[in-house]
C-alpha cells in the first residue's frame, strides 16, 4: 500500500494537486482514499460533491474523507480531558475556560493521523493521499510522534511513579484528584499508536511532495521545509510546481511573469536536485470535479508512475567502517555551520534551525564515540569510533 502526502505553503495548490493524483491513482484501477488532516477541508470543494465523516466515494474507486476531529478526539483523549477537568475544578477554573484549557493543540490534525493508522490497517486501500495543512503545522505535527515519545519513556514513568508515591499524601491535603489507571491507559495508548503512525509515515511505502509555486518566497519555505522533513526522516520523493504561467501568446505583464518564474525554476531544480519537479500551468479556470482535477495530474506527471515508490535507501542509515561507523543523515540545503549536534547517552541529538531531532543511536553504536561530523551533498555524515575496552565513552560529548 502506497502513502503519499501533500505538503505545502498556504494556498499553492496542495488540495488540489493530492485531490488530482489520488482522482488518476482511482482511474488507474486503485482502491484510494484522499483524506485531509486540515480542519479547513477544502477537498469537497475541490471535488464539487458532499463529504462526511466517514469515507464518502466520489467516483468509481475513489473515496473522500474529511475526518470528524470532534468525535474522534472524544473517543481518545476523552478520558486524559476528564481527567484534567477535574483537577481544573478543583483549583477552581470556570467550566467553560477548562474546556479550552484541556483542548490538545493541533489535537485535530493529530487525530486525522489517527485515522490514517487505522485506514493502513485495515488493508480496504492501495492508495491513501493525505491533503496536509500548510507547511508550519504539517512539520509540527510529523515531530510529535517523537518528541511524545521521548516524553512518554523518559519523564512519563518518572511521573507516574512519583504520582503513586505521593497518592495519599496529595488527595488528603490538597482535594486534588489522582489520575486513575485509565488516564495512564489513555496517554500509553495514543502514544503506541503515534509511534505506528510514524513508523507508517517514515516507511518505505510512504513519501512526502511539496507543492509550490515558482514565487521566491515560497521557494524558501519549500527549501525549509525539505531539511525539516529530511531531519525528522521522511522522504521527499518530488516537488510539484504549481500555477505556472504558460508562455505563449505573452502581452507585457504576462512575459515579466513568466520570466520571473522562469528565474525561480532553476532555483527550484538546483534546490531539489536529484529529485523529479512536476510542473503544472496556471490554468484560466479552477480545477474543480473529479474530471478536471484528474487531468490536472495527468498534466502534472505526464505520462511518469505518480506512485513508483521513492528510490534510495531512505534518509537515516547507519554504515559500517573498519574503525567503527558512519551515520547518514539526509540533510538537504544546509551547511555543516547550520547543524548543531550533541551527544547525550545514547541519543544523537540534530539541531537545524528551531527544529531538533533526538535520534536514538542503534544500540551498537551506544558504545561509540563521535570522531567528527560533516555535511556533504546533503547529507550530515556523523563519524563514530570504537571506544577502547578500558575507555567508558563520555555521557555528553559536543561534537
Ligand atoms: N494550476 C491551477 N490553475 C488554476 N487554479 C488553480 C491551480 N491550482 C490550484 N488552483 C486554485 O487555487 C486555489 C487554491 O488551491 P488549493 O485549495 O488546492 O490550495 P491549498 O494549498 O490546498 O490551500 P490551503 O493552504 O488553503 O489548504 C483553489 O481555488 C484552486 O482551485
Ligand atoms: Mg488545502
New binding site residues.
Given amino acids: 500500500m502506497r502513502i503519499l502526502l501533500f505538503t ?1 505553503k ?7 494537486v493530492a485531490a488530482g493524483t489520488a482522482a488518476l491513482a482511482a482511474a488507474s484501477g486503485l482502491r484510494t482514499l484522499v483524506l485531509s488532516t ?1 480542519p ?1 477541508h ?1 477537498l469537497a470543494d ?1 471535488f464539487g460533491a458532499v463529504v462526511g465523516s466517514e469515507p464518502t466515494e466520489v467516483a468509481e474507486r475513489l473515496f473522500v474523507q474529511q475526518v470528524d476531529a470532534q468525535l474522534r478526539f472524544e473517543q481518545s483523549w476523552a478520558d486524559i480531558q476528564k481527567y484534567l477537568l477535574s483537577v481544573l475544578d478543583v483549583v477552581g477554573v470556570d467550566r467553560v475556560a477548562a474546556e479550552e484549557l484541556t483542548v490538545l493543540p493541533g489535537a485535530e490534525e493529530v487525530l486525522a493521523l489517527l485515522e490514517l493508522r487505522l485506514h493502513v490497517l485495515s488493508d480496504e486501500w492501495d492508495v491513501i493521499v493525505v491533503d496536509c495543512a ?1 507547511t508550519a503545522e504539517t512539520l509540527r505535527l510529523l515531530a510529535l510522534p517523537e518528541a511524545l515519545g521521548w516524553y512518554m519513556e523518559r519523564v512519563f514513568p518518572v511521573q507516574q511513579r512519583v504520582m503513586k508515591a505521593l497518592k495519599p499524601v496529595l488527595s488528603r491535603a490538597a482535594g486534588v484528584p489522582m489520575p486513575g489507571g485509565s488516564v495512564f491507559e489513555a496517554v500509553e495508548r495514543l502514544h503506541a499508536e503515534l509511534d505506528e503512525v510514524q513508523a507508517m509515515l517514515s516507511g518505505p511505502d510512504a513519501s512526502v511532495r511539496i ?1 509550490l509555486t515558482p514565487e521566491a518566497v515560497v521557494l524558501a519555505e519549500a527549501r525549509r521545509s525539505y531539511t525539516t522533513l529530511s531531519l525528522f526522516g521522511y522522504r521527499v520523493d518530488g516537488v510539484v510546481a ?2 505556472v504561467f504558460p508562455s505563449d501568446g505573452a502581452d507585457d505583464w504576462r512575459a515579466g511573469w513568466v520570466m520571473a518564474q522562469d528565474e525561480v525554476l532553476l532555483q527550484v531544480a538546483q534546490s531539489f536536485a536529484g529529485l523529479p519537479v512536476w510542473r ?4 484560466s479556470a ?3 470535479g473529479v474530471d478536471a482535477l484528474r487531468l ?1 495530474a495527468q498534466e502534472v506527471y505526464a505520462g511518469s508512475d505518480p506512485l513508483q515508490p521513492p528510490a534510495g535507501a531512505g534518509p537515516f542509515r547507519v554504515v559500517r567502517t573498519t574503525e567503527g561507523a558512519v551515520l547518514h543523515l539526509s540533510l538537504p540545503n544546509v551547511s555543516r555551520a547550520e547543524v548543531d549536534l550533541s551527544r547525550n547517552g545514547d541519543e544523537l541529538v540534530v539541531t537545524v534551525g528551531s527544529y531538533r531531532r533526538l535520534l536514538t543511536l542503534p544500540a551498537g553504536l551506544s558504545r561509540h564515540r563521535v570522531a567528527g561530523a560533516r555535511v556533504e551533498q546533503g547529507e550530515l555524515q556523523v563519524r563514530f569510533t570504537e571506544t577502547a575496552h578500558h575507555e567508558v565513552p563520555p555521557r555528553q560529548e559536543h561534537a
Fill in positions: 505545502g498556504g494556498g499553492v495548490g496542495k488540495s488540489t486540515d479547513a477544502s475541490a500548510p507543492v504549481n500555477r503544472s500551468e496556471y490554468r479552477e480545477p474543480l490536472l
